[in-house]
Structure formats: structure tokens, C-alpha cells
């Protein structure tokens, strides 16, 4: 069973249509100050997405990391508990899927309760080191 936690959501307007990334990691344009999907693995994570705005300048709710609290959580690949979560990049539609951090990216937090690629899982969102 998929748990949440809503310790604190913050709501930005989205730069893109975002209607199918509910539940992904996403990030903070710097040139426009709006919530829209990575570009790049290796991007700051603002938070996990947790509604459907379905074109730029509507309003995104996300659950920011490191707020403590809980979300549900797309995963990447099948990731077990205990796991210390990045940001996947694929493609530019195929992004912000929870993966297995590496040294080289940001980690968004740890699964609770982890899946096969593309089910929920849940994720306690909170700073941590991945190690090499």
C-alpha cells in the first residue's frame, strides 16, 4: 500500500503541460522561476509533482525534498526498500522517474515501499549522501 505524508506542499505555476508526470520528480527553471521536468539527471530536484497541470502558468503542487514528509513516488526501475532515490532522465517526455542515485546526482530521499518500473511507490523525502 502507497503511503503519504503532506508535511508542507508548495504550489509554483508549471512551465509545461505536466498532466502526465504526477508523481515525478521535477525542478525550478532559473530563467523563469517555474516547476517543469528535468532535462538532465544531474539537475537540482525541487520536489515531487503532486498533481496533473495540464499546460504552462497552471498551478503545480510539490512536495519539496528534504520537508520530511512522504509521497508516492513513479519509479524508474524496480527498487526495493531502503533505496536512496535520484532523478532518472531519459528523454525529454521520459523524466523525473525515480532510479537508484549515484555519486553524480542529487538524492531526492529513500523508498519506504519500493516496485516494478512505472508502479508507485513511497518515498520519505529527506537530504541524503549517496557514497561511492
Request: charged share 15%; glycine share 10%.
Amino acid at each position: 500500500m502507497t503511503t503519504e505524508n503532506a508535511v508542507l506542499d508548495i504550489t509554483l505555476p508549471a512551465d509545461e503541460d505536466l498532466s502526465n508526470d504526477q508523481y515525478r520528480i521535477v525542478v525550478l527553471d532559473a530563467s523563469s522561476a517555474r516547476v517543469r521536468r528535468p532535462n538532465a539527471a544531474t539537475e537540482i530536484p525541487l520536489g515531487v509533482l503532486q498533481n496533473t497541470p495540464n499546460a504552462a502558468g497552471k498551478a503545480a503542487a510539490v512536495r519539496p525534498i528534504g520537508c520530511g514528509g512522504i509521497s508516492k513516488i513513479q519509479l524508474g526501475a524496480t527498487l526495493g526498500i531502503g533505496v536512496i532515490a535520484g532523478m532518472e532522465y531519459v528523454s525529454a517526455t521520459d523524466a523525473g522517474k525515480a532510479v537508484a542515485a549515484v555519486a553524480t546526482q542529487y538524492p531526492v530521499g529513500v523508498l519506504l515501499e519500493g516496485g516494478a518500473e512505472d508502479e508507485l511507490g513511497s518515498m520519505l523525502l529527506t537530504p541524503l549522501t549517496v557514497k561511492a
